[in-house]
T-cell receptor, first 117, second 109 residues
């Protein structure tokens, strides 16, 4: 009955490879997010989707491509992985979107620790 | 633009000590304010929130009051436990949710 689940939990790969992280939420929320957390715990939003439509796309390299097949899923594909991509990636969801239209809190998954060697 | 500044850590306390983590914000309008907590190996979870000036959010013995005049939302707990060891994030809801840098708190028995 996990609310926001992401897989895999750990991902170790070599530079230049392509990898994907999957995220699913069963809360019935209409908005999903990807965040990157660096080694100093700093959180940076990468993308946000509302009803499968991309609404936030921060300054993220084109090698990162989100895909939302439906409201309950938001996957992250990363091409040509680099050492600097090593981080913990969190998926989250909320109801009502962003833009100040909602003060609904975010529900986070437990993260995917990506290590690029 | 919107931003959140919270006190740098790490913070180390003994059990039953008083905890304060300072958070100040810069924003247009009257955003909602949040505190999130991240326990080791887990994602963030909402600790408490306040949606307008003078609101007090509270949960698990933690409290924070939305102070418009000082643009602050400081987190307090009167008597911490070892289980409160975590990273605490202040956040502001504007166009997107803006997080502070996080404060690592360690409580020793």
């Amino acid at each position: 009955d996990t609310a926001v689940s992401q897989t895999p939990k750990y991902l170790v790969t070599q530079m230049g490879n392509d990898k994907s992280i999957k995220c699913e939420q069963n809360l019935g929320h209409d908005t999903m997010y990807w965040y990157k957390q660096d080694s100093k715990k700093f959180l940076k939003i990468m993308f946000s989707y509302n009803n499968k439509e991309l609404i936030i796309n921060e300054t993220v390299p084109n090698r990162f491509s989100p895909k939302s097949p439906d409201k309950a899923h938001l996957n992250l594909h990363i091409n040509s992985l680099e050492l600097g991509d090593s981080a913990v990636y969190f998926c989250a969801s909320s109801q009502g979107g962003t833009g100040g239209r909602s003060n609904s809190p975010l529900h986070f998954g437990n993260g995917t620790r990506l290590t690029v060697t | 633009g919107n931003s959140v500044t919270q006190m740098e850590g790490p913070v180390t306390l003994s059990e039953e000590a008083f905890l304060t983590i300072n958070c100040t914000y810069t924003a247009t309008g009257y955003p909602s304010l949040f505190w999130y907590v991240q326990y080791p190996g887990e994602g963030l979870q909402l600790l408490l929130k306040a949606t307008k000036a003078d609101d007090k959010g509270s949960n698990k013995g933690f409290e924070a009051t939305y102070r418009k005049e000082t643009t602050s939302f400081h987190l307090e707990k009167g008597s911490v436990q070892v289980s409160d060891s975590a990273v605490y994030f202040c956040a502001l809801q504007g166009y997107k949710l803006s997080f502070g840098a996080g404060t690592t708190v360690t409580v020793r028995a």
